[in-house]
């Protein structure tokens, strides 16, 4: 990736990224939601795909996910404004059910072409740490075959040999109800706890 870089900086990637036309998600979408965040970002936190809300507003995690995501980030003793947010495709994906259009899981051909986008915000970004939300980016900054409930709540040796891990998508603990609900926002809570001592330790050690 090193040899393909040609920008300098995190703003030259995201001026291009904004008009990239790489997979036909382009056609869709209001906006390219390319991310936001300090730009020597120590953590950085990526989902699966823009939804509605955040192609509209062309920020990352704004809608009911992202808001049950920023409580969660604050209850664990994490500020959102010191960790850089992505996706790991950058424009919404959608399906057609009943005449509506609604979000999905994006494929991995989005994924890789979007590929591009997460690599330039590796090399720029630079984060010690990644924690991914929901299955797609896990499976493709970890592993391919990562499943949530056996890797999560420990750290990985992920892409670039980044220590990576993954949660929970906020979206899908939206959906459970009572128990479920509560079970799995605890382990959550205890992923993003997790990822606020290793960021004290780099602090400490830095
Ligand atoms: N879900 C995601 O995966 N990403 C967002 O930005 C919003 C909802």
């Known amino acids: 990736m090193a040899d393909t870089i040609h920008w300098n900086n995190i703003e030259e990637v995201r001026a291009e990224a904004l008009v990239c036309c790489r997979c036909d998600l382009c056609y869709g979408r209001t906006h390219v939601v390319f991310g936001e965040g300090p730009s020597d970002a120590r953590a950085m936190i990526v989902g699966e795909g823009p939804g509605r809300e955040e192609d509209e507003a062309a920020r990352p995690f704004v809608g009911k996910a992202g808001k049950y995501l920023d409580r969660l980030l604050e209850e664990a003793g994490l500020d959102r404004e010191t ?19 609604r979000n999905r899981a994006p494929r991995t051909t989005e ?96």
């Open 111 to 206: 994924i890789r072409a979007c590929d591009i986008w997460t690599s330039a915000t590796y090399h720029f970004v630079n984060p010690d740490l990644v924690m991914c939300l929901g299955a797609a980016p896990a499976q493709a900054l970890i592993s391919k075959d990562f499943r949530i409930g056996e890797g999560r709540g420990r750290w990985h040796e992920g892409r670039e040999g980044r220590l990576t891990t993954a949660t929970y998508h906020p979206a899908y603990v939206l959906r459970l109800r009572g128990e479920d609900r509560r079970s799995i926002e605890e382990q959550m809570l205890a992923d993003f706890a997790m990822m606020r001592s290793e960021l004290e330790k780099l602090r400490m050690a830095a």
């Open 83 to 101: 960790l850089w947010v992505t996706n790991i495709v950058r424009c919404r994906p959608t399906r057609r059910e009943d005449d509506k259009l």
